[in-house]
């Protein structure tokens, strides 16, 4: 995985649908939305810049380490990149 501080972070664009009191859900969504362009893409980060610049923007770093963490371990409850369900998932 590339270092996420070659990056320019800037604040996500406005949305009606998440409102700036709680920005969890579309921190989690953008998150998926980067793993789901990697899946797409046979994990090209370069061509997902854009979704991997719209999490780190509003996602806490602490939050998107787990979940590198947990990717790179099988361990993700979100969008897999290799198509399988981690195991112990309840969906």
């Known amino acids: 995985m590339s270092s996420n501080s070659s990056i320019l972070k800037t ?3 406005d949305r009606v649908h ?3 009191t709680n920005q969890s ?8 939305e980067f793993v789901l362009c990697l899946k ?14 719209a999490y ?3 996602c806490p770093a602490e939050w998107v380490e787990t979940w590198d963490t947990q990717r790179e371990t099988g361990k993700f409850l979100g969008v897999q ?3 399988e369900v981690p195991s112990g998932s309840h969906h």
Request: aromatic share 12%; charged share 20%.
């Open 11 to 13: 604040t996500t664009p």
């Open 18 to 20: 998440f409102p700036a």
């Open 25 to 32: 859900h579309f921190c989690w969504q953008k998150y998926n």
């Open 40 to 53: 797409k893409n046979s994990g090209d980060d370069s061509v997902c810049r854009a979704n991997k610049q």
């Open 56 to 58: 780190l923007s509003i």
């Open 81 to 83: 990149e290799n198509g």
